[in-house]
């Protein structure tokens, strides 16, 4: 379990955009996998989006298709999810994660982050608020 650090949520209108930044202090590995998940009041925990550092490839859950971009600053170890046309079932308690020993086709086929949703609260951090307002 690697330390995280979230950041940049805040309450938007809909077709609006915001930033979200992560950064994983604890990653000590060359390669890792690096993701977003969110959770709505009342439902699971969900996959995002998330990338394998170091190629940076990308896996996008079909909800945020060509709205959302996760982008790596690997000197940094950190990870940003760029969401726009924000919708009102975007609102959620957004989480980062870090895995250093995820598998890379498993990082870039989604099944990680799919998994990893199920993991229960005591492997995630404080989370941050994005609330879209209709």
């Known amino acids: 379990q690697v330390q995280v650090v979230e950041s940049g949520g805040g309450s938007v209108e809909a077709g609006g955009s915001l930033r979200l930044s992560c950064v994983a202090p604890g990653v000590t590995s060359s390669s890792y996998c690096m993701g977003w998940f969110r959770q709505a009041p009342g439902k699971q925990r969900e996959a995002v989006a998330n990338a394998y550092v170091p190629d940076g490839r990308t896996y996008y859950a079909d909800s945020v298709k060509g709205r959302f971009t996760v982008s790596q600053d690997n000197g940094k170890n950190t990870l940003s999810l760029q969401m726009t046309a924000l919708k009102s079932e975007d609102t959620g308690m957004y989480y980062c994660?870090?895995?250093?020993?995820?598998?890379?086709?498993?990082?870039?086929?989604?099944?990680?982050?799919?998994?990893?949703?199920?993991?229960?609260?005591?492997?995630w951090g404080q989370g941050t608020q994005v609330t879209v307002s209709s």
């Open positions: 994660a870090a895995d250093q020993a995820a598998l890379a086709d498993d990082c870039y086929s989604g099944s990680w982050s799919h998994l990893y949703a199920l993991y229960d609260d005591d492997y």
